[in-house]
């Protein structure tokens, strides 16, 4: 039982360039998310799905573009990149709503750096 | 500023001595979480707290959750080089289906 499994581990993209990071979960969980880890900031979250064709925004949104494309996959696209966008990023799902006290499940992160 | 901050930002100890960490929030809340990090790797659930309750066991893991000083601690007793990494809170208010993670505080367990 993988849990969720990110790809890359590790990229470096040149400004302007574009790349997807791929998520997927194997425990059959409606709710996933995209965060960022940047030092000292905690996770914020960019994007989030509540179940297969859905999407919506979160606290940092802007130069990012998500698709859940079935239930297991949702994939986070960086259109044209930009040095600010140089972190660490992590999906995470869960089974229920946050609201019903269901935890999330993380994978273990793409490190990307826009030089 | 985030609704979860750690205190302290970074905590050295002695194996078998106990680590405590405190996390204070902002508004009120639905539930408090809190996650380990080791280095490298994905958040890891630890043990979450819902707002009608006062304290929660894990096996070495003690939370308490304070709600009139919106703030909760977590304990490691006994602990161990293992757990070494960063932990973080994250408090869930269910107005807005917020989940805001602070900053973390990192533990370091010397052997």
């Known amino acids: 039982n993988a849990g969720v499994t990110q790809t890359p581990k590790f990229r470096v993209l040149k400004t302007g360039q574009s790349m997807t990071l791929l998520c997927a979960q194997d425990?059959?969980?409606?709710?996933m998310y995209w965060y960022r880890q940047d030092p000292g900031m905690g996770l914020r979250l960019i994007h989030y799905?509540?179940?297969?064709?859905?999407?919506a925004k979160g606290e940092v949104p802007d130069g990012y573009n998500v698709s859940r494309l079935n239930k297991r996959e949702f994939s986070l696209r960086l259109e044209s990149a930009a040095p600010s966008q140089t972190s660490v990023y992590f999906c995470?799902?869960?089974?229920?709503?946050?609201?019903?006290?269901?935890?999330?499940?993380f994978g273990n992160g793409t490190r990307l750096t826009v030089t | 500023s985030q609704q979860g901050e750690e205190d302290p930002q970074a905590l050295s100890i002695q194996e078998g001595e106990n680590a405590t960490m405190n996390c204070s929030y902002k508004t009120s809340i639905n539930n408090l979480q809190w996650y380990r990090q080791n280095s490298g790797r994905g958040l890891v659930h630890l043990i979450l707290?819902?707002?009608?309750?006062r304290e929660k066991h894990s096996g070495r893991l003690r939370v308490t959750l304070d709600t009139s000083k919106k703030s909760s601690s977590l304990l490691i007793t006994a602990s161990r080089a293992a757990d070494t990494a960063s932990y973080f809170c994250?408090?869930?208010?269910?107005?807005?289906?917020?989940?805001?993670f602070g900053g973390g505080t990192r533990v370091l367990v010397k052997p």
């Open positions: 994250a408090a869930f208010k269910a107005a807005g289906n917020k989940l805001t």
């Open positions: 995470a799902s869960s089974i229920e709503t946050l609201a019903m006290n269901s935890p999330l499940h």
């Open positions: 799905s509540v179940g297969e064709g859905t999407t």
């Open positions: 425990m059959n969980h409606e709710y």
């Open positions: 707290i819902r707002s009608n309750e």
